[in-house]
């Protein structure tokens, strides 16, 4: 599985943007976001099944972000509202199967993106 973010870059507080993740090779069950800010740990944004779409979230983005995912185009996307500087990090997309409990956890994934960089100015 290879995995293609893109969307990530500047946009100042209160303001919006759109993370997509391109999945090729073998489908996994899972998909999800996670981030990791300088000197921090990376942390889980949001997740995704593919077949039943149910949806997970951080608390710390309920209600301003969206997972959602395009089927047709093995593609997911994460929209983000309401940006605040804290959400300034490298996002990351991930893939795997499901683990249960897991799935907020970066040890449910197998297979990574290469990270797109958020940077929110206040």
């Known amino acids: 599985v290879q995995l293609q973010a893109s969307g990530g870059g500047l946009v100042q507080a209160g303001g919006s943007l759109r993370l997509s993740c391109a999945a090729s090779?073998?489908?996994?069950?899972?998909m999800g976001w996670f981030r990791q800010a300088p000197g921090k740990e990376r942390a889980f944004v949001a997740a995704?099944?593919?077949?039943?779409?149910?949806?997970y979230y951080a608390d710390s983005v309920k209600g301003r972000f969206t997972i959602s995912r395009d089927n047709a185009k093995n593609t997911v996307y994460l929209r983000m509202n309401s940006l605040k500087s804290e959400d300034t990090a490298v996002y990351y997309c991930?893939?795997?199967?499901?683990?249960?409990?897991?799935?907020?956890?970066?040890?449910?994934?197998?297979?990574w993106g290469q990270g797109t960089q958020v940077t929110v100015s206040s």
């Open positions: 090779g073998r489908t996994s069950i899972t």
């Open positions: 995704i099944k593919w077949s039943t779409g149910t949806t």
């Open positions: 991930a893939a795997g199967p499901d683990r249960g409990l897991l799935i907020r956890s970066p040890s449910n994934y197998d297979y």
